[in-house]
């Protein structure tokens, strides 16, 4: 019996706990403007991750990092907040049962700007299920 991948279990871990942020946050959302729903959870990120990484000894100083790590970072961050922004305005105005699955067409496009822009080249199986998963997402959508 072979083993999962070690990225396989958190990878599972992400998609359950990216389901149970769906649910909460259509649940939380009620009576709330969407911004400062999305800014009360990243309060609660901001200090959920400085903890974690303070007790598991992890911090180190980030001006250490080179300036290209800092820039990509940074534009993470960013994408990050302006996905959080989009997705709890659709989930003020949209059925979580029907955000969601529209929310994971990222995965077709990580896959094509991997595509693009880091010269990963999925197999045709690959293929086939990331089509397979946009193709889901219209039928859910419409």
Do not use: H
């Not at 990878?11 to 359950?16: D, E, G, K």
């Not at 200090?47 to 911090?59: C, H, I, R, Y």
């Not at 990963?120 to 997402?137: C, L, T």
Request: aromatic letters at 14%.
């Amino acid at each position: 019996m072979t083993s999962s991948p070690p990225w396989l279990v958190w990878a599972l871990l992400s998609a359950v706990f990216a389901a149970l942020t769906a649910i909460f946050a259509r649940i939380g959302i009620q009576g709330v403007d969407s911004d400062l729903a999305t800014l009360i959870r990243t309060v609660v990120i901001l200090f959920v991750l400085a903890a974690f990484v303070g007790f598991t000894g992890k911090w180190s100083n980030p001006l250490d990092l080179s300036r290209k790590t800092l820039f990509f970072l940074v534009l993470s961050g960013l994408a990050t907040g302006a996905s959080w922004v989009c997705y709890f305005r659709a989930l003020k105005l949209g059925d979580a049962s029907k955000v969601a699955p529209v929310d994971k067409l990222s995965l077709v496009l990580v896959a094509v700007f991997a595509f693009i822009f880091l010269a990963e080249r999925p197999s045709i199986q690959e293929w086939v299920g990331i089509f397979m998963v946009g193709a889901g997402v219209v039928i859910l959508a419409f």
